[in-house]
């Protein structure tokens, strides 16, 4: 079957840097995606990977490894508002997305 | 700015009753999807369509039909709304964009409460 793992939730500073990580086994790869959803609200795109390495977007980096099947999300100089959950999505083959459940992020001051 | 609006954000309905869940894009995208999500899951495609008068089935499709007869406008159809059917929906549409990655616009979510 396909898998989407993150953690559930993750603890962090104002101020510091938190990285969230994603596995994935899935039928295929096409692309991976990081999605952001404050509570109650819709989730919106953050970042997309589809060839190894590092994408730098702001204080927010995702990472992608086809090979180990691997992502992280790193968010640096935290505020507030990133408390939110960080969703984890796979394009397989069919080009359909797999989701993770979702890292829920709390920033403590 | 681009909007998926969902037509309805809190609705409360009881057990048999048929529900309607309307959910309208600007962006003219070709694609629309409707997923439920549930705590402790990731998002579950219901029904998905890629052009107008074509739907097709997702992975959880039973006790729901869709429709969508313009562009703009996917609705999803709860026949007899059970209370397994409480949770977060949440529309969405794509069109194609020059980076491949056809990114998904989610709408606020309509959360449907089944007594």
């Known amino acids: 079957g396909q898998n989407i793992d993150q953690p559930t939730e993750m603890t962090a500073t104002e101020g510091a840097i938190v990285q969230i990580n994603c596995t994935y086994q899935t039928s295929g790869f096409n692309g991976l995606f990081w999605y952001q959803q404050h509570a109650g609200e819709a989730p919106t795109f953050l970042s997309y990977n589809v060839l190894d390495g590092l994408e730098e977007k702001g204080r927010f980096s995702s990472f992608l490894s086809r090979s180990k099947g691997y992502s992280y999300l790193l968010l640096k100089e935290l505020q507030m508002k990133d408390s939110a959950s960080y969703l984890c999505a796979v394009r397989d083959s069919n080009y359909q997305l797999i989701w993770g459940a979702g890292t829920k992020l709390i920033i403590k001051p | 700015d681009v909007k998926v609006t969902q037509s309805s954000r809190y609705l409360v309905k009881r057990t048999g009753e048929k529900v309607f869940l309307e959910c309208v894009q600007d962006?003219?995208?070709?694609?629309m999807f409707w997923y439920r999500q549930d705590p402790g899951l990731g998002l579950r495609l219901i029904y998905f369509s890629y052009d107008v008068k074509m739907k097709e089935k997702g992975d959880i499709p039973e006790g729901y039909s869709v429709s969508r007869e313009k562009k703009e406008r996917f609705s999803l159809i709860l026949e007899s709304a059970s209370t397994n059917q409480t949770s977060m929906y949440l529309c969405a549409s794509s069109g194609g964009d020059q980076s491949g990655a056809n990114v998904l616009t989610f709408g606020a979510g309509s959360r449907l409460t089944v007594l």
């Open positions: 962006m003219d995208h070709e694609n």
